[in-house]
RNA sequence: GGACGGCUAGCUCAGUUGGUUAGAGCGCUGCGUUCACAUCGCAGAGGUCACAGGUUCGAGUCCUGUGCCGUCCACCA
């Protein structure tokens, strides 16, 4: 067939180049699909390419951190998410896809700090404020500018015209005002509380940030005095001068009777006043059963003071010192103050036991300072407080309702209880940091005055709240900031963005912000618009490297999303992200993995042009009407049937893997390995019209998962349209080919032919027949309709590489002596003049072990009774039925080896 | 300590409600370059589905227990 110049989508006239190269076509698609406008639901439904009541399809971006550039596990997010988004734009929705990036604030500010310790010898104090922000903004710009450019290689279909940032002027607004209306309703309250500071870098760090060292201690037990009854243990003998209880199980025999005594005593110089409380998390094994409560200086011991309402002393300094009023261990470092407790001790001889332990310390994870708890002000949402706008229930209750009612579901379902066992023992939440680039506080004080609201008061001497927002408060918004709130949402009516796209439809992100982000999500929505963010949530894993381990930048085992886009193309990259996974698992990448998808974008575009190339005329041709169909075209025709409807049910319910792996074996298996071959073989009118039709809409299939190469190819047949909007598949044309075909009763002959091609094939590679040498093939078989079915077939299964010279068809004849030997079934078929009388007897041998294995099992099946009273009769009538057609062939080989 | 996940071919993983001789990709073995593709084609080898019980006519799949690996949470005074 001579090879036509196929025009390219630019108007250059010239070939398809034999192999696909991702970086001549990739960057070019993206400018085409933006320029276009469609990432913009408003602009499908402005153009008809989806109705304007359609429903809404609409997930927002998590956000990446802008604290560095995109790895694979954002490419990975990227390429479901796009996926998904792509589905439903195809099928009509109205589909929003709203990016934006994420401040990260004490992220952020560590990464700066970092940057500026290291590139200029200073801390931010040392700056100041002003000038250290200013650094961060420099930074924001340079990585976010990054962030958006990989966004778009990943061929993310992201509507930009409506991009956000969680610290823009929209945002910050929102947050303003979120903040005032929880103040107002009694939500936000300030109050005390442990938190972590590190005593070197003088920040709190948030409970994430804290790492554990495993390290040797001296656990001392001792008693506070002479006359306090109780003995108790301690690697931080120093805090005790802080107690204010002593705390036991309550099911303690040995205690009980002290249960609710109040003893004065002095501690190594330091008059105490200690109760004696009763405590049920108190472990009756440990040590001597009883414990020192230090509230101000442990996080489990401030919240036993809350519930006994015991005084709080502080010991310990924001420099990690002794606090005034401890007389001579005043101004003193922990470490010494300790040594100073402990030989007080053993001079009154107070102390029992000093003995080595294993214990976890607490540090920075920055700089491996000791972690000190301190109790400090800090602003908090209570998420108990019953809410009057939500009908009296509290944030909390509002959460788990969600999920246990279904409105929201999560993907997969395990999730939903991980989500409420967190959301269940849920305490109030911190909502302020000392740090500087974040939301600020929307409060003032003037003295003792407070002001709290959206604008700073008026007059002099009021100053700002020096903290700011934990970076969760303001990604918490994050479903309604970006849709317009609180401007869309005008005396309880959303209007709208919000009216139109919110609550979303799906929340895809990583589980392990289950519970710090999604969490949030629900009770932030639920509070401002007293609805859920999203109805369902998808989670997926970690993108781990080829061992299963963490990629790592100083690891050095990371793979750069970008290094392998240019080496494999995107398309490779997304598939090796989606196929061969599955929801919230994590997945191990490498580039073998990719490289083998670069293969099958290639597999495709090979299939694509061999189709354009010899059928060009009738490529764009989609129409159903066909006016001769074989064996074959019924069978692809069906075969693509079952594919659009499996996708589809495959994508809505979320097995994005299972959708793709159909998909690549109805492409290169069904596609390319059968029917394109005998289409070189087959000649009928309708071919071309076929192949048009299987190729359009496997284009379509393929598009949410490759876009480009899908793209590329579609512009290469000369369509007007973007594949980025054409309607996705439907059955209905399918639906009427398959009636006239009786739904698919081709299907046996269909399978037959093939068994006897790939028996055939089988045969000579086993007898090592060279692939060129032509043979006489005689078939035997007593059914008359088989026998027609290959003599109607004849020129196919000569072509499909099976080297038949000359082809006799009876009804059945002698054994042919010295022949290669195959059975299907009923037919038997010789291979005449090229046997290897060994290997042709071993392979004879070997077939027939084989069967006999699963017939004398299938037998066994048979005989049981109960299998055949209790088994389903369509079961029973399947296995007997393989029992017949294995007994048949059994025989017929046994037959040659005589 | 608590919760969850994994254990299926040499490697990476599928396996939807229990029911053909348990699948795919890569790798491996043999053969093959004339007209879509060597980023290819054809054929093949390779698995007691971690282990032990149980339910069932029937278990990779459901139940119980054990082991190993991993993740998250809580952290011990």
Redesign the pocket.
């Given at each position: 067939?001579e090879e036509k110049n196929i025009k390219i989508s630019n108007g250059v006239n010239k070939e398809l180049p034999?192999?696909?190269?991702p970086q001549d076509f990739e960057d070019k698609i993206y400018e085409m699909w933006e320029k276009s406008g469609y990432f913009n639901p408003d602009i499908c439904v402005r153009d008809g390419v989806c109705a304007k009541n359609a429903k809404a399809f609409t997930i927002v971006l998590p956000p990446p951190n802008i604290t560095d550039k995109l790895h694979l596990g954002h490419s990975s997010m990227l390429a479901i998410e796009d996926l998904l988004i792509r589905y439903h734009r195809m099928k009509g929705d109205r589909a929003l896809w709203v990016p934006g990036t994420d401040h990260a604030a004490i992220a952020t500010q560590n990464v700066v700090e970092r940057k500026i310790l290291k590139e200029e010898g200073k801390t931010r104090h040392d700056l100041g404020k002003e000038k250290f922000l200013k650094k961060v903004w420099d930074f924001v710009g340079v990585t976010q500018a990054t962030i958006l450019k990989q966004t778009r290689k990943m061929g993310a279909s992201l509507d930009w015209s409506r991009q956000a940032f969680t610290l823009d002027e929209p945002r910050k607004a929102a947050v303003r005002k979120m903040f005032v209306d929880m103040y107002k309703e009694g939500v936000i309250y300030q109050g005390e509380r442990i938190v972590n500071w590190c005593p070197r870098c003088h920040s709190t760090l948030a409970?994430?940030e804290v790492e554990?060292k495993e390290q040797k201690?001296k656990?001392y037990t001792f008693k506070y005095s002479s006359d306090f009854p109780i003995t108790i243990?301690?690697?931080?003998p120093e805090t005790k001068l802080g107690d204010t209880a002593v705390a036991v199980n309550p099911k303690d025999d040995r205690y009980k009777k002290y249960v609710g005594k109040i003893f004065e005593i002095n501690f190594a110089g330091i008059p105490l006043k200690i109760k004696i409380i009763a405590d049920r998390n108190?472990?009756m094994k440990?040590?001597t059963?009883a414990?020192?409560v230090t509230p101000a200086h442990?996080?489990?011991d401030w919240q036993m003071a809350e519930k006994n309402k015991l005084p709080v002393i502080k010991v310990i300094n924001e420099d990690g010192k002794i606090h005034d009023g401890f007389g001579e261990y005043s101004g003193k470092d922990v470490l010494t103050a300790r040594k100073m407790v402990v030989k007080k001790l053993e001079e009154n001889g107070l102390l029992e036991k000093e003995e080595e332990?294993e214990?976890?310390l607490s540090v920075c994870y920055r700089c491996g300072t000791a972690i000190e708890p301190l109790p400090s002000k800090q602003w908090f949402i209570a998420v108990d407080k019953k809410i009057k706008r939500l009908n009296n229930k509290s944030l909390k209750e509002k959460a788990i309702e969600a999920a246990k009612k279904g409105k929201i579901k999560f993907i997969p379902e395990?999730f939903t209880?991980?989500y409420l066992?967190w959301m269940e023992n849920l305490h109030d939440w911190c909502i302020s940091r000392q740090i500087w680039f974040g939301h600020e506080i929307p409060v003032w004080y003037k003295e003792k005055e407070i002001y709290v609201g959206e604008k700073a008061p008026e007059g002099i001497g009021w100053y700002q709240d020096p903290d700011t927002l934990d970076t969760w408060f303001s990604s918490g918004m994050w479903t309604f900031s970006t849709l317009g709130w609180p401007d869309n949402f005008q005396k309880g009516k959303k209007a709208g963005d919000l009216a139109d796209y919110h609550p979303t439809q799906v929340l895809e992100t990583g589980y392990?912000i289950l519970?710090l982000w999604v969490s949030r999500m629900v009770m932030m929505s639920e509070f401002a618009l007293g609805e859920i963010p999203f109805e369902n949530v998808y989670l997926h894993g970690m993108v781990l490297d080829?061992h299963?381990k963490k990629m790592s930048k100083s690891k050095g085992n990371g793979i750069d999303p970008i290094e392998v886009i240019d080496k494999f193309g995107t398309d490779a990259v997304r598939l090796a992200l989606l196929i061969?996974?599955?929801p919230g698992?994590?997945?191990?990448i490498f580039e073998?993995?990719i490289a083998?998808y670069?293969?099958f974008a290639?597999?495709l575009w090979?299939?694509s042009?061999?189709i354009i190339?010899n059928y060009e005329l009738r490529i764009t041709n989609y129409k159903f009407d066909f006016k001769d169909l074989t064996l074959f075209d019924k069978w692809i025709l069906f075969q693509m049937r079952n594919l659009i409807m499996a996708t589809r049910d495959d994508l809505e319910n979320y097995?994005f893997?299972?959708a793709g792996?159909r998909l690549r074996e109805f492409t290169?298996g069904d596609l390319?390995?059968w029917y394109?071959?005998v289409c070189k073989f087959e000649k009928n009118s309708s071919k071309g019209q076929i192949l048009s039709v299987i190729l359009n809409d496997l284009l379509k299939l393929w598009h949410p998962f490759m876009p480009f190469v899908t793209e590329t190819i579609w512009q290469e047949m000369e369509n007007k349209k973007l594949l980025l909007i054409e309607k996705y598949p439907e059955l209905d044309g399918y639906k009427e080919i398959l009636a006239k075909t009786n739904n698919g009763d081709f299907y046996p002959e269909m399978l037959l032919i093939q068994k006897i091609i790939?028996a055939i094939?089988?045969a000579r590679?086993?007898n090592?027949v060279?692939?060129a040498k032509k043979i006489k093939t005689v078939v035997y078989s007593k059914i008359e309709e088989y026998k027609k079915l290959i003599k109607d077939h004849e020129i196919m299964i000569r072509g499909l590489?099976t080297g038949i010279s000359e082809l006799e068809i009876k009804v059945k004849g002698e054994k042919i002596a010295g022949a290669i030997y195959a059975v299907v079934g009923d037919i038997e078929i010789y291979l005449i003049g090229a046997v290897d009388k060994e290997k042709e007897k071993e392979r004879i041998k070997k077939e027939i072990a084989?069967?006999e294995k699963?017939i004398s099992a299938?037998e066994n099946k048979l005989k049981?009774k109960?299998?055949v009273s209790?088994?389903?009769k369509e079961?029973v009538k399947k296995e007997k039925e393989?029992l017949a057609s294995?007994q048949e062939a059994l025989e017929k080989l046994k037959e040659q080896m005589k």
């Open positions: 067939m034999k192999s696909y190269n409970d994430d554990y201690a656990l243990a301690t690697t931080r108190v472990d440990f040590g059963g414990l020192g442990s996080m489990v332990i214990n976890n395990r209880k991980k066992d392990e519970t080829e299963g061969g996974n599955t698992n994590d997945t191990r073998e993995k083998g670069r293969n290639n597999k090979n299939i042009r061999y190339t097995r893997s299972q792996e290169w390319a390995d394109l071959e790939t094939r089988n590679s086993e090592k060279e692939p590489k084989n069967l699963v299938t049981n109960e299998f209790k088994a389903p079961i393989k294995w």
